[in-house]
Antibody, heavy 115, light 109 residues
C-alpha cells in the first residue's frame, strides 16, 4: 500500500525560510513522479510541480517557477518543498501526491505565515 | 485561471443522477487517458474517486463513474445521496505536468 507521510504544521513569519517534507513508502519511490499541490484557504487545488526522484528532474507549473524549490532525497524516500522567503500569501494547505497509477496523496501540511 | 474548465456548481435531488464535466484541450484531456476525479468535503483532504478516466479505486461506490469524449471528461454520480454533497475536482496529465479543474460544488437538494 502506497503511503505518503508529511511533516507537521508550521507557523512562520514573513521573510522566514521553510522546508516541508513527504516520505513515501510501499512503492518504488525512485521511479515514480511525485509532486506538490497547494490549496489556499477556501480555494481550489493547484499543481505546483513534480520531481522524478531517480534523477531529480523537476518540472514546475508556471505560477510556481522561481517561487519554491522541489527536491528529493532518494536515499530516504523523501521529497521536499522549500521556500527561501515566505509571504503571507503562502498560507495554505500543501499536499504531496503521486499522480500516476491509482494516485496517492499525503495527509497535508498546513503552513501559516503571519506576523 | 485553471487549465481545465468545470462548472462552478451542480445540484440534484436524492436518487437522481448528475454529471460534472471537465473540459480541457488536445494537450491534456484529449490526448492522455490520465484523468482523475477527487471528492473533497469541507476541512478534509481530497479523496480519489476515479483515475485513468474510468477506473474506480477499491472502496469507492459503483455509483461513481467516469468517461471521456474528445477534450471533455465527465464524472457521473448515480443515485445521489446526501453524503455526496462536496466539491469535486478533475485532474489531467498535460504532457509535462499536471493540471486541475477549478472545482465543482455539488449540492444535494
Amino acid at each position: 500500500e502506497v503511503q505518503l507521510v508529511q511533516s507537521g504544521a508550521e507557523v512562520k513569519k514573513p521573510g522566514e525560510s521553510l522546508k516541508i517534507s513527504c516520505k513515501g513508502s510501499g512503492y518504488s519511490f525512485t521511479t515514480n513522479w511525485i509532486g506538490w499541490v497547494r490549496q489556499m484557504p477556501g480555494k481550489g487545488l493547484e499543481w505546483m510541480g513534480i520531481i522524478f526522484p531517480s534523477d531529480s528532474e523537476t518540472r514546475y507549473s508556471p505560477s510556481f517557477q522561481g517561487q519554491v524549490t522541489i527536491s528529493a532525497d532518494k536515499s530516504i524516500s523523501t521529497v521536499y518543498l522549500q521556500w527561501s522567503s515566505l509571504q503571507a500569501s503562502d498560507t495554505a494547505m500543501y499536499y504531496c501526491a503521486v499522480p500516476t497509477g491509482a494516485p496517492s496523496w499525503g495527509q497535508g501540511t498546513l503552513v501559516t505565515v503571519s506576523s | 485561471q485553471s487549465a481545465l474548465t468545470q462548472p462552478a456548481s451542480v445540484s440534484g435531488s436524492p436518487g437522481q443522477s448528475i454529471t460534472i464535466s471537465c473540459t480541457g484541450t488536445s494537450n491534456d484531456v484529449g490526448t492522455y487517458n490520465l484523468v482523475s476525479w477527487y471528492q473533497q468535503h469541507p476541512g478534509k483532504a481530497p479523496k480519489l474517486m476515479i483515475f485513468d478516466v474510468s477506473k474506480r479505486p477499491s472502496g469507492v461506490s459503483n455509483r461513481f463513474s467516469g468517461s471521456k469524449s474528445g477534450n471533455t471528461a465527465s464524472l457521473t454520480i448515480s443515485g445521489l445521496q446526501a453524503e455526496d454533497e462536496a466539491h469535486y475536482y478533475c485532474c489531467s496529465y498535460a504532457g509535462s505536468n499536471w493540471a486541475f479543474g477549478g472545482g465543482t460544488k455539488l449540492t444535494v437538494l
